[in-house]
């Protein structure tokens, strides 16, 4: 037996060390190669997809390879004593990764980790004649990484479908003619036409036309701009109304791989991050659990020894908590909730303070029709004025459009017939409605048009930029009849949720660019006792930083580009999809529904997860408490150890595994 043990030892030992040579020389050829073939940020995303389909395919080569070897040992026990030579060199091959490991963390880190103790327990397995449970052992390992593999692509693959709702044709002017081609065909330079609700796929310049446009996904303001000649656009932002020629200046080719490889960096550590709460359990029992077992060796000798070993102090952690975070992610993802990272979703249950963003966070792209003010002497009622300004908005999708209209409705306001559909789009809207010339518009576009507007409603629109909300003007025939007052929306889910996390404890804070009395009315609505009002986006995350100094665990939640600095700052960071790039590049969490609604159950599902992972832990270790206190007092040999190892495993494996039972009866009574 002895023998034996020294054989595959030294077997291990020799075929381990010729594996990371070569794994070394790979690494050095790989990044000539990488640069010889593909200059430039391109390579980032091809680059990560091959080293995660290489360690995919490898994953399933060892994964085989011990379904092989646990078959072939389970055989030769059973019914073919003449197989064991041939089970023996498929466990030693399928061990290969393991013994890697084990030698990486001695002749390497110099670190007494668990692949220390893989390498001895599976050594030790073997001599003393226990192929099955070695087998078995590294099926179960090898199915671990197999399923943390699977998982992130997965995680990838959601990811890039995110954000890769691009155009894939555009219209370009060439010598007078607009001709439709492949979006990758697009060159600096062209001048590509976009009309009313698409999205304006570069960056580039204003070469003809007047249009509004929708920024929000940049700036995270609702109100839309005005863009003519010579302005600059932006990709991603949405043209409302009118129509622009703009001259490319910047293909998004280029933006859209960099933003998809800085999402696929973002989650290169996305498998670490899954395995590392498990294995620092793992690797935090393994000296102990070596110390004991060198202790036991001479007192009561190899068997109890190795059963010492076989007890497992917290090793099974390392293969439980991945199944435990991973059935978690499945479940979010169920609720329309993608995690990126899984750090935050342990991170989530140490959060004392939330930190709202409010523009396009609380409240909605869409704003609403507060008063309507109308002008002395103009001899117009609210009820004609929104009239008109809802007729000359009917055709129009803007959010300012769709305010108006949706007042329209509420007032149960029956549109007239447009006698001439002449618009003249840009900074306003012009039409002909009941024989009257109907204009709505900013205050610059009146100005345009020559109409006056009095010292009384200039005094109005200052008194609503102090307030927080805009004003549109509305001309009948040449003369300004009055203005519409255009409010933030909240959410309409936005109270239940604050009200939620209020119930479980955590601080609310708002951060807003707004001045400061209509931050303080928003916070006093929302029953919020700590706002920031007026804060330039590049304080944000100094104010973040500010709450983490008095000992708070923050989470921030935004959508702006203007936040991400500040989501970066944040322990936890949670974004909305339709939100910026920038946002849900650098968010950790997204809120799929592109709503708030997730929010509260977010944190109970993270609350949850924490008491399961806690679970894992004490399975993990009272039965290597009793293998160990059996071996002592109770003369507990390696079939008790195996036998009490196997069953923590079994309960460690459930206990896992049933939060997927739990959500899933969940959702059918939620069904019913």
């Known amino acids: 037996m002895f023998f034996m043990e020294i ?63 646990l078959g072939l040992t389970a055989l030769s026990r059973l019914f073919y004593p003449a197989l064991v030579p041939v089970g023996l060199l498929a466990i030693v091959y399928s061990a290969f990764p393991f013994y890697e490991s084990g030698f990486r963390a001695f002749f390497k880190t110099r670190r007494i980790e668990v692949g220390i103790l893989d390498v001895i327990l599976v050594t030790g397995m073997l001599a003393t004649g226990h192929l099955f449970v070695s087998a078995a052992t590294i099926w179960l390992l090898s199915l671990s990484e197999k399923l943390l593999i699977e998982t992130e692509n997965d995680s990838r693959r959601k990811l890039v479908d995110v954000f890769s709702e691009q155009v894939r044709t555009v219209w370009v002017r060439t010598k007078g003619v607009e001709l439709e081609i492949p979006f990758e065909e697009l060159k600096v330079g062209d001048t590509v036409v976009v009309n009313a609700g698409e999205s304006i796929p570069v960056d580039g310049m204003v070469v003809d036309g007047v249009a509004t446009v929708d920024q929000h996904a940049l700036t995270g303001e609702s ?27 910047r293909t998004g080719q280029d933006t859209i791989a960099a933003r998809i490889g800085n999402i696929l960096n973002n989650t290169a550590d996305f498998t670490a991050s899954v395995q590392a709460r498990g294995m620092e359990t793992a690797n935090a029992y393994t000296p102990p659990t070596l110390a004991l077992g060198a202790i036991t060796l001479p007192i009561l000798g190899p068997n109890a020894a190795m059963t010492i070993l076989l007890s497992g ?75 008109y300004a809802a007729s000359a908005e009917y055709r129009q999708t803007h959010p300012i ?74 001309a009948i025939d040449g003369k300004l009849g009055g203005m519409l007052e255009l409010h933030p929306t909240l959410r309409p889910e936005v109270k239940g949720i604050l009200h939620g996390l209020k119930q479980r404890g955590i601080s609310l804070y708002i ?47 935004g959508d702006g580009i203007n936040d991400s600095i500040a989501l970066k700052k944040a322990n936890v960071s949670i974004s909305i999809k339709g939100a910026t790039t920038a946002a849900t590049d650098t968010a950790q969490i997204i809120l799929m529904d592109g709503t708030l609604h997730r929010l509260d159950r977010l944190f109970e599902i993270a609350g949850d997860f924490e008491n399961n992972m806690g679970n894992n832990l004490k399975l993990s270790i009272i039965p290597g408490l009793i293998c160990i206190g059996g071996v002592y007092l109770l003369h507990f040999g390696i079939p008790s150890g195996i036998a009490i190892y196997n069953l923590g495993l079994a309960a460690g494996v459930t206990n896992a595994m049933l939060p997927l039972k739990k959500y899933s009866e969940s959702e059918n009574n939620d069904d019913k």
């Open 7 to 69: 054989v595959v030892a030294a077997s291990a030992v020799y075929l381990g060390k010729k594996y990371l040579a070569k794994k070394r020389k790979s690494r050095r050829i790989s990044p000539v190669a990488h640069e010889a073939n593909a200059p430039g940020k391109e390579l980032s995303c091809t680059a990560c997809e091959d080293e995660i389909g290489d360690r995919g395919k490898q994953a399933n080569h060892y994964l085989k390879a011990s379904s092989v070897a």
């Open 223 to 249: 109100r839309p701009v005005e863009r003519t000649l010579e302005d600059k656009v932006l990709a991603s932002t949405i043209l409302l109304s009118g129509r622009l020629g703009i001259r490319v200046e």
């Open 313 to 387: 102090l917290g090793y099974n952690m390392r293969l439980v908590s991945p199944i435990s975070v991973l059935n978690y992610l499945k479940i979010l993802s169920g609720e329309g909730i993608l995690i990126k990272d899984g750090r935050a979703l342990e991170q989530l249950g140490r959060v004392d303070t939330v930190v709202f963003d409010k523009t396009g966070t609380l409240t909605l792209d869409r704003p609403h029709v507060g008063n309507i003010h109308i002008r002395a002497g103009s001899g117009i009622s609210e009820h004609a004025l929104l009239r």
């Open 401 to 474: 459009a769709m305010a108006i209209l949706d007042a329209a409705r509420q007032r149960e306001i029956d549109l007239p017939p447009i006698g001439e559909a002449a618009y003249e789009i840009g900074y306003g809207i012009r039409v002909k409605v009941d024989g009257v010339l109907v204009r709505v518009g900013s205050t610059r576009f009146m100005e345009m048009e020559g109409i006056p507007i009095p010292t009384e409603m200039r005094e109005l629109q200052e008194q609503g930029l102090e307030e927080g909300y805009s004003l549109i003007c509305v």
């Open 511 to 557: 951060i807003s660019g707004d001045h400061e009395r209509p931050t303080r009315r928003l916070a006093t609505e929302l029953g919020i006792d700590h706002y920031f009002a007026e804060t330039l986006p590049e304080n944000k995350a100094d104010l973040i930083g500010q709450l983490q100094r008095e000992g708070k665990y923050v989470c921030f939640v």
